[in-house]
């Protein structure tokens, strides 16, 4: 006689996945009216190319057909926008799913992703889906990697840099990354989400170092977060490694289409950052004058603590008047809150609240 199954899901699936906690995203409040400064959405409305080219696509026949698997009118119109050619660019269904693509692509079970601490919480949990470890170095007091970040590891299958950083909203310059780049003796990913808001990128060092891959996301600077998408720059012999990973079809035709119309407008792109900035600097300014640490930011967010003050109850204050910010604990790091950067009124209205906090 036959054992009966055992039904309990944590052991029936691999150990590996009953041993992580599931990555938790911001709050997405789906109903009542929220200034939402959680999730580093942008507060604009994207280009209207972008609604021209959703109902075009949407229109006759073109949802019939499965999408062009590799979104070649989006990589053909943003290697125009970069600099490069088309076959440098990989695109995916927002820049989590290039991220999950990355991990699998380079990352086995018992081998060991490196990430800076503390930053995007979610490479951790991609490590932890592949039964990978995940070595957290921590920031310097100053935001600047030291040299531990490049300490050789046997296991060490790849690192993964969010810069601009979130939470911190700080920048490693390019010739720092490059250097940390040159160091590593893995493939190293510069996730450059905010990029389109910072002073400086990386992709130029894609071109000199084989085993750099920057990605992008559609999600804050175009504001499309709604939309998912985000495309990954590498040398072609790097994309085509990468392209056997990724889903046939991850990228579907509608957001193929939304996605080559925004990156066609630079002008919507320049306009919203320069937007952006200005209310950025209002923001970092306004903490500062209400007795906050807040830190300089080259994203579309800002951290902020204060000297004395707890923070969970000023996050927790806030919330009871309806402004929906961030609330950052990080084990062995300490705690924050980070603020996406609004529209001037939403900033003005969280500024508002805060007085009276
Ligand atoms: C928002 C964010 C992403 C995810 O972007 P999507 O394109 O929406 O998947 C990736 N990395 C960092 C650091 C982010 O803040």
């Known amino acids: ?85 088309p076959d440098w660019i990989i695109c995916g269904n927002g820049s989590d799913d290039l991220l999950t693509i990355l991990v699998r692509t380079f990352v086995g079970e018992s081998e060991c992703l490196r990430m800076p601490y503390p930053s995007y919480i979610l490479y951790r949990t991609l490590a932890g889906i592949q039964g990978a470890g995940c070595d957290e170095v921590h920031y310097q007091r100053d935001w600047s990697l030291g040299e531990d970040f490049t300490r050789p590891r046997d296991d060490l299958r790849l690192a993964i840099i969010a810069n601009p950083n979130s939470p911190s909203g700080t920048l490693l310059p390019p010739a720092r990354v490059a250097e940390i780049a040159a160091r590593l003796p893995c493939a190293v990913v510069v996730d450059e ?92 300014d306004a903490l500062r004058g209400l007795g906050f640490e807040a830190l300089e930011s080259q994203a579309n967010f800002v951290w902020f603590t204060h000297p004395s003050r707890p923070h969970k109850p000023i996050y927790e204050a806030l919330k009871a008047q309806g402004i929906l910010i961030r609330f950052m604990n990080y084990a062995g790091w300490g705690d924050g809150l980070r603020v996406t950067v609004g529209t001037d009124d939403e900033i003005d209205a969280f500024l508002t609240c805060l007085k009276t906090i």
């Open 1 to 85: 006689m036959s054992a009966l199954p055992n039904n309990s899901p944590t052991s029936l699936v691999r150990p590996a996945i009953a041993a992580i906690d599931g990555y938790v995203p911001g709050e997405q409040p789906q109903a009542g009216k929220w200034v939402k400064l959680n999730t580093n959405e942008n507060p604009y409305a994207p280009s209207p190319a972008v609604a021209r080219a959703l109902a075009a696509t949407a229109a006759g026949r073109t949802l019939a057909k499965y999408p062009d698997s590799t979104a070649t009118a989006f990589r053909r119109r943003a290697a125009e926008v970069l600099g490069v050619e």
């Open 193 to 284: 989400a905010y990029g389109d808001f910072s002073e400086t990128n990386c992709l130029g060092l894609v071109k000199d170092n084989p085993r750099v891959i920057v990605t992008r996301s559609f999600s804050k600077s175009y504001a499309l977060a709604g939309l998912r998408f985000g495309f990954a720059v590498a040398q072609p012999a790097m994309i085509e490694q990468l392209l056997k990973v990724k889903d046939s079809y991850n990228c579907d035709t509608l957001s193929i289409a939304a996605a080559t119309a925004a990156i066609d407008d630079q002008a919507w792109l320049a306009d919203n950052r320069v937007k952006i900035i200005a209310t950025r600097r209002r923001l970092i």
